[in-house]
């Protein structure tokens, strides 16, 4: 299983906005990929419901992980969108 550790670069976490950007970028990424704080239990990342619920603050640590093929390059871009806090999908890591 690919995974990726990464802080949220969001100021007021992964909440509201910043939430729904991740989630889009989720959903586009085309494999199963899923979030968690790094003691929680991991949900899917492509819920906007699943990710609110997780709480995450700016500065926490996530985990995101996937095992399906190709899970490398969606989980680079998406951790590069939670560390940087971008307000769209990068579309070059």
Known sequence: MAERRVNVGWA???????????????????????????????????????VLGLGAQGGEEIVLASDAEGADVALDRLAKLVAEGLEELPETV
């Open 12 to 50: 007021e976490g992964l909440h509201a906005r910043p939430a729904s950007i991740f989630v889009r970028a989720a959903t586009a990424a085309g494999v199963p990929v899923t979030i968690a704080k790094a003691d929680g239990t991991p949900v899917n990342a492509a819920s906007m419901l699943a």
